[in-house]
C-alpha cells in the first residue's frame, strides 16, 4: 500500500528537523503572537561589514569576466580576512558567524560578483568545512580547520558524476579496502565526478563513493556510500558553466591509494556518509544560494527602477507607463517575498532548527523567483542590459541564473520530488509513527493512528467548510486559514494512493508549490509585524494575492486531476470558494507596487540593504530623485529650460559600453 522507499531515499526523507512546516500538515495557522515569539526578529552582529565592504571594493567584475581568472589579490584579501571559514569555529581560527551574519555577507559578496559569490559560497557551504564539524575526529578537526579558515587549504566535494547526477546514490565510484604494507587498513579509490566547484584548484578534496569491503577487513563492518578528505589535487581539468569563469571542473582517480584514515569520522562512520551529506544539506541549502538569488534580486530591482526613472521614451519616464510597471511591481513583489523568507529562515536556523522541508521550498522558491526578476529587469532596462560591459549591471548575473537553479538539488526534482514528498514523511503529524508502527508489527498503535488521522481528516474538512460558509471580515486572511485546512485534508487523501503517489509529480509539484505559497504568505505576514515601518500597503497586496491566487489555482487543478473519483469529488466540494472569491489583481496594486522601487524610499533602502553598491549602481541611487524631480517637473511645464549637469546625469545613465572596432 505505502509507496516503497529505498534506504537511500529514507535517509534523505528523515534529515533534518521539522518546523513551521508541521502546522501545514496539521492544518493548524500559527497566531500572530505565535509566529512572532517562534521566529524572532534575526540578530546581526556586524563584525564583519567594514572587510566585506572593502574585499567587495576590490572586486572587478569585468576583469574577472573578460581574464577568466579570479586575481590573487582577491584570494589575499579572501585568505586574510577569513572569508573561506565563516562557519569554522574561532579556536580553530575561523570567524564562527551566526547563520544570518553569514548570509548576509554572501549576499553581499554574490551581489558584487556572481564568480566570487560562488567562490565564497562553496566552502561555507556543504563541504569539507561542515562535514568534518559535524562528524570529523578530534584529529581531523585539529590537521584541516585550521587551514580551511586561513584558505590554505581550498576545499572541493565532489558527490555528481557522469552516471549518477539528481540520483547521486547511484553513484559508480568504489573505494575497496585493502590491507597496506605496514598492515594498516587502506582504500583503493577509483572516482569519476564531474561539475564539482573549485576542484580545479583545489588541495583539500572530500569525496563520496561506496566503500567495498571484500575481505572483511573493517572492524565495523559497514560498507556503503562513505565520504573522506584527501589532501590532494586533481589534474586540474576544468568545465566552462555560462563561462562564469568560478573554477569549476573534474575529480578523476583510478586506484588512489588513501589510509582508512581518510574517511570522514573515522573507521566508525564508514558507511555513513549519505546520512552525513543529508543531514548537512538541511542547513547549507538554506543560506547560500538563496543569499545570493536575494542579492541578484535586490540589485536588479534598484538598477531596474532607477533605470525607469533616469530613461524616458515618447516623453515620459518609462517608470509611469503600465506595461514596465507590470515588471516592476514584478520585481518588487518577488524580491520582497524572497528577501521576508529568507529572513525567517535565517531566525530559524539560529535558533537550532535545521529546517529540511523549509531549507528545500527556500532553496527551490528564492531561484526561481530571483530568475523571474531577473529576467523582468531585463526587460526593463532592455538594450542596456544586453549590451555588456562595466555599465551592464544585469548580463553577469542573467549568465549565472542556471547554475543556482541547478545545482545542490535541481529545481524541477525539489519540486516534483522533495518538498511535499519529504514533508509528507517528515513534518505530517502521524505518518511517519504509522510507517514505524506497522514496520515493526504494533498494529493497535498503527490503528490508532489510522483514527487519528480520520479525526484530523474530519477536523480539517469542518475547517475548509466553515471559511466556505463563515461570513468574515478580513476575506483573504480567511481564505488563507482555508487552504491550511485543505491542504491538510488533500494531503490524508493523497495517501490514498499509495504506492501510485509516487509516479504523481505533478500532483506532488503543486502540493509543493501550495507550500512555497503558504511560507511566502507566513514570511510577509512575519515582515509587516516585525518591521512595521518597512512596509508598502499596495506592494504587500499584490505579493499576498499573487500566493493566494497561485494556491487557488494548485488546488482547482489537482480537484480537477486526482486520480481517485471519489477523492476528487469530495475535493471538489471543499475546496469550492463559498461566501469567498478569490482576491483579484487591481490596476492600482501594480502601479503601487511599481512604485515602491521608483518612489518609495523606504522600500528602496529596504531593497539596497545588504548589497554592494558598486559606483554604477550608488550613481543610479544618489541621483535617482533628482532625476525624477527634474522629470516630473519638464513634464508639468513642457519645455521647460533643460540643466546641462542633470542632462548629462542621464546621458551617462543609459549609455552602454562600446568598444573600439577591432580592425581599426
Ligand atoms: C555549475 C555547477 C556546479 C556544481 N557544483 C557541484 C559540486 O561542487 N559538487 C557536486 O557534487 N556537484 C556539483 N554540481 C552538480 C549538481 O548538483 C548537478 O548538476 C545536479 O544535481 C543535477 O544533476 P544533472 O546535472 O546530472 O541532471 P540530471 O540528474 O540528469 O537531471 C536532469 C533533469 O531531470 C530532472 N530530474 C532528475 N530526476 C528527477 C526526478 N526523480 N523527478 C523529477 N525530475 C527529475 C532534474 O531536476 C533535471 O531537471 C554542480 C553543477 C553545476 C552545473
Redesign the pocket.
Known amino acids: 500500500m505505502l509507496p516503497k522507499i529505498s534506504d537511500t531515499e529514507r535517509i534523505a526523507l528523515q534529515s533534518g528537523t521539522v518546523s513551521l512546516d508541521s502546522f501545514f500538515f496539521k492544518g493548524e495557522r500559527l497566531s500572530r503572537s505565535d509566529l512572532v515569539r517562534m521566529v524572532p526578529l534575526p540578530q546581526r552582529s556586524h563584525s564583519m561589514d567594514e572587510q566585506v565592504e572593502s574585499f567587495c571594493r576590490s572586486v572587478d567584475e569585468e576583469e574577472i569576466m573578460s581574464s577568466g581568472v579570479l586575481p590573487n589579490r582577491l584570494w589575499k584579501n579572501l585568505r586574510q580576512n577569513k572569508l573561506l571559514g565563516m562557519i569554522i569555529p574561532k579556536k580553530y581560527g575561523g570567524l564562527e558567524l551566526d547563520h544570518h551574519e553569514q548570509s548576509q555577507i554572501v549576499q553581499k559578496i554574490s551581489s558584487a560578483s556572481t564568480t566570487t559569490g ?1 567562490v565564497v559560497m ?1 566552502p561555507n557551504s556543504l ?1 569539507p568545512a561542515e562535514l568534518l564539524l559535524k562528524y570529523g575526529t578530534e584529529d581531523q578537526k585539529n590537521k584541516y580547520l585550521p587551514g580551511l579558515a586561513s584558505a590554505d587549504y581550498i576545499p ?5 558524476g557522469p552516471m ?5 546514490a547511484s553513484m559508480k565510484d568504489r573505494g575497496i579496502v585493502f590491507q597496506q604494507a605496514d598492515g594498516s587498513l587502506g582504500i583503493r579509490l577509483t572516482v569519476e ?7 580545479p584548484i583545489a588541495n583539500l578534496i572530500g569525496v ?1 563513493f561506496i566503500l567495498e569491503d571484500p575481505e572483511k577487513l573493517l572492524k565495523c563492518g559497514k560498507t556503503g556510500i562513505t565520504v573522506a578528505l584527501i589532501p590532494t589535487v586533481t589534474a586540474g581539468e576544468y ?1 566552462r ?2 563561462d562564469v569563469p568560478f573554477p ?1 571542473g573534474v575529480i578523476r582517480w583510478t586506484n588512489l591509494e588513501i589510509p582508512i584514515s581518510s574517511i570522514i569520522g573515522g573507521e566508525e562512520r564508514a558507511g555513513e556518509g549519505w546520512r552525513m551529506l543529508m543531514e548537512c544539506l538541511a542547513v547549507g541549502r538554506a543560506i547560500s544560494l538563496p543569499a545570493c538569488a536575494v542579492g541578484n534580486a535586490k540589485v536588479a530591482s534598484m538598477y531596474a527602477g532607477s533605470y525607469a526613472v533616469f530613461r524616458t521614451q515618447f516623453r515620459k519616464m518609462i517608470g509611469d507607463m503600465e506595461g514596465v510597471q507590470e515588471k516592476l511591481a514584478l520585481m518588487a513583489s518577488e524580491t520582497i517575498k524572497i528577501t521576508a523568507m529568507q529572513h525567517v529562515t535565517n531566525s530559524l536556523l539560529d535558533h537550532g532548527h535545521k529546517p529540511s522541508v523549509l531549507s528545500a521550498i527556500i532553496k527551490y522558491e528564492s531561484t526561481e523567483r530571483s530568475r523571474k526578476v531577473i529576467l523582468a529587469g531585463m526587460d526593463v532596462v532592455a538594450g542596456a542590459g544586453i549590451c555588456k560591459g562595466p555599465r551592464n549591471l544585469l548580463a553577469n548575473m542573467y549568465q549565472g541564473i ?2 543556482g537553479v ?9 519540486r ?2 522533495i518538498i511535499f514528498g519529504q514533508g509528507l514523511i517528515r513534518s505530517h503529524p502521524y505518518l511517519q509513527n504509522m510507517i514505524d508502527d506497522l514496520q515493526t508489527g504494533r498494529d493497535y498503535d498503527f490503528l490508532r493512528g489510522v483514527q487519528r488521522m480520520v479525526f484530523n481528516t474530519v477536523y480539517n474538512t469542518l475547517g475548509s467548510l466553515w471559511y466556505q460558509l463563515y461570513f468574515y471580515s478580513d476575506k483573504d486572511n480567511a481564505l488563507v486559514n482555508k487552504f491550511i485546512h485543505q491542504f491538510a485534508v488533500t494531503t490524508n487523501l493523497i495517501l490514498l494512493l499509495g504506492k501510485q503517489f509516487k509516479s504523481n ?1 505533478i500532483l506532488s509539484g503543486h502540493m509543493a508549490d501550495i507550500m512555497g505559497s503558504l511560507y511566502i504568505l507566513q514570511g510577509l505576514e512575519w515582515w509587516e509585524l516585525q518591521y512595521p515601518d518597512r512596509s508598502h500597503p499596495a506592494l504587500f497586496r499584490l505579493a499576498r494575492v499573487e500566493e493566494i491566487q497561485r494556491i487557488h489555482r494548485a488546488f482547482q487543478s489537482i480537484a480537477d486531476n486526482f486520480p481517485l473519483l471519489l477523492p476528487r469529488l469530495f475535493l471538489k466540494m471543499i475546496t469550492a470558494n463559498g461566501f469567498y472569491t478569490v482576491p483579484r489583481i487591481r490596476t492600482e496594486d501594480v502601479t503601487g507596487a511599481s512604485q515602491s522601487l521608483t518612489e518609495d524610499h523606504g522600500m528602496r533602502n529596504v531593497f539596497s540593504e545588504d548589497i554592494f553598491h558598486s559606483d554604477r549602481l550608488q550613481f543610479f541611487i544618489k541621483n535617482h530623485e533628482t532625476i525624477r524631480n527634474y522629470h516630473l517637473q519638464k513634464l508639468k511645464h513642457n519645455g521647460i529650460e533643460e540643466d546641462p549637469e542633470l542632462e548629462k546625469i542621464i546621458l551617462e545613465s543609459i549609455t552602454v559600453d562600446s568598444y573600439p572596432s577591432s580592425s581599426g
Open positions: 560562488i562553496v563541504g572541493c566535494f565532489g558527490l555528481t549518477s547526477g539528481s540520483d547521486a565526478k564531474r561539475y564539482i566547484t573549485l576542484a563520496a568545465h558553466p555560462m569549476n542556471p547554475i541547478t545545482v545542490e538539488g535541481s529545481n524541477t526534482l525539489t516534483s520530488l509529480q
